[in-house]
């Protein structure tokens, strides 16, 4: 079954410094998707791509969030100056024409700021 | 907005009883409904779906009905088993071009022998 891949599956980093997660998604797809999950905490909804640009962002994703689709294959989060409360999963999704079905979401990336 | 409310946990069951976890939602328009499961250390797995009023989704013998009257999707399995501990999340999926899921703040089960 087609996977939605992501790397690395845990990043630690010190506070102020720029990350970028990446993300494979299923290579037929149309939508792209961020979410995070803040420990213990419920999956929130960062950004939707769709068409090369941005289709919608949450209130969480500030300038300091952005996204690319730089070659037609991966989909990056990059958090530029990243802080404590950045600590989470980060969960990229895809989604095919039907999403309205639902979508497939990779196993995450956990981020770590120290 | 949208949004999800399912029930606090956690939820401790002995192997073979009866689950019901609680999920009720407000939405505009008509949305898709949906459980997932998140395994320890792992990502989101669908694990049901239901997409229209009256529809049931079903899978692994979980089974859950989308109750527009209600506004509820209320996930059921009959007997669990030790390998179904693991945090359940309801979600609801808006139409529109953009099909955000929004999700509940998930129930963790903890199933023992």
């Known amino acids: 079954e087609p996977e939605v891949t992501q790397t690395p599956s845990h990043q630690v980093t010190q506070m102020g410094q720029e990350v970028i997660l990446r993300c494979v998604p299923i290579?037929?797809?149309?939508?792209f998707y961020w979410y995070r999950q803040i420990l213990g905490q419920k999956v929130e909804f960062l950004v939707s791509f769709y068409n090369n640009e941005i289709s919608e962002k949450s209130e969480i994703f500030d300038d300091q969030f952005s996204v690319e689709r730089p070659d037609g294959s991966n989909f990056t989060l990059k958090i530029r100056s990243t802080k404590l409360e950045d600590s989470a999963m980060y969960f990229c999704a895809s989604g095919g024409v039907s999403s309205y079905y639902g979508y497939t979401f990779g196993s995450g990336t956990r981020l770590t700021v120290v | 907005g949208d949004s999800v409310t399912q029930m606090e946990g956690p939820v401790t069951l002995s192997e073979e009883a009866f689950l019901t976890i609680n999920c009720t939602y407000t939405a505009t328009g008509y949305p898709s409904l949906f459980w997932y499961v998140q395994y320890p250390g792992e990502g989101l797995q669908l694990l049901l779906k239901a997409t229209k009023a009256d529809d049931k989704g079903s899978n692994k013998g979980f089974e859950a009905t989308y109750r527009k009257e209600t506004t509820s999707f209320h996930l059921e399995k009959g007997s669990v088993q030790v390998s179904d501990s693991a945090v359940y999340f309801c979600?609801?999926?808006?139409?529109?071009?953009?099909?955000?899921?929004?999700f509940g703040k998930g129930t963790l089960l903890t199933v023992n022998p």
């Open positions: 290579s037929n797809h149309l939508y």
């Open positions: 979600a609801l999926l808006s139409g529109g071009s953009n099909y955000k899921l929004t």
